[in-house]
């Protein structure tokens, strides 16, 4: 069977399954970024072009400080010790929604992370941050109010 072009993966159920394992929802944050690299290691042997990994969405801003704080470090060290294998591997990294809440330290990271990787062949990792579906069609109409193709419409 040919490997689809484009896998999109929605990360969910972490935390729960970091309570099931009778540690902490933190627990099963760490241990859901660690399958990261697994995830795109396979998805390399299968040919695939683009992986889009949602990873942080809009709605998660509503979940308790100390996780967001978790997350948001879990993050920074993530990018610190994984960076070199991303390169060793040719993974090529995007950042796909809005990072602009984001701290500044992070936010420079990640676009470190995918000025670095960008000329990496092998594959291309999507990670969607803080986005949203709701956030998506609305960044959809301001483009397209913003383009000629509009006016004729109104
Ligand atoms: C996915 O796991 C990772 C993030 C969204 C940050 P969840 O955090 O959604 O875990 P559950 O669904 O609450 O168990
Ligand atoms: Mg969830």
Redesign the pocket.
Same mark, same amino acid.
């Given at each position: 069977m040919n490997s689809p072009l484009h896998v999109a993966i929605?990360?969910?159920?972490?935390? +729960?399954?970091?309570?099931k394992k009778k540690k902490s +929802?933190n627990y099963?944050?760490r241990q859901?970024i660690k399958i990261i690299k697994d995830i795109a290691e396979e998805a390399i042997r299968k040919k695939i072009k683009f992986l889009t990994l %949602?990873? %942080?969405?809009t709605e998660?801003w509503r +979940?308790p400080n100390s996780?967001i704080n978790y997350?948001l470090n879990l993050m920074s060290e993530y990018i610190d010790s994984e960076t070199n294998k991303f390169i060793r591997k040719g993974i090529k990294i995007k950042i796909i929604g809005n990072i602009n809440k984001f701290p500044i330290k992070l936010k420079k990271k990640l676009k470190n992370l995918e000025r670095i990787t960008t000329t990496n062949k092998k594959i291309q990792l999507n990670i969607a941050l803080n986005y949203g579906s709701r956030q998506e069609i609305i960044n959809a109409m301001n483009k397209f109010r913003k383009k000629s193709l509009y006016k004729r419409y109104t």
């Amino acid at each position: 069977m040919n490997s689809p072009l484009h896998v999109a993966i929605i990360m969910d159920g972490n935390g +729960r399954w970091g309570l099931k394992k009778k540690k902490s +929802r933190n627990y099963g944050h760490r241990q859901g970024i660690k399958i990261i690299k697994d995830i795109a290691e396979e998805a390399i042997r299968k040919k695939i072009k683009f992986l889009t990994l %949602f990873t %942080f969405s809009t709605e998660n801003w509503r +979940r308790p400080n100390s996780e967001i704080n978790y997350l948001l470090n879990l993050m920074s060290e993530y990018i610190d010790s994984e960076t070199n294998k991303f390169i060793r591997k040719g993974i090529k990294i995007k950042i796909i929604g809005n990072i602009n809440k984001f701290p500044i330290k992070l936010k420079k990271k990640l676009k470190n992370l995918e000025r670095i990787t960008t000329t990496n062949k092998k594959i291309q990792l999507n990670i969607a941050l803080n986005y949203g579906s709701r956030q998506e069609i609305i960044n959809a109409m301001n483009k397209f109010r913003k383009k000629s193709l509009y006016k004729r419409y109104t």
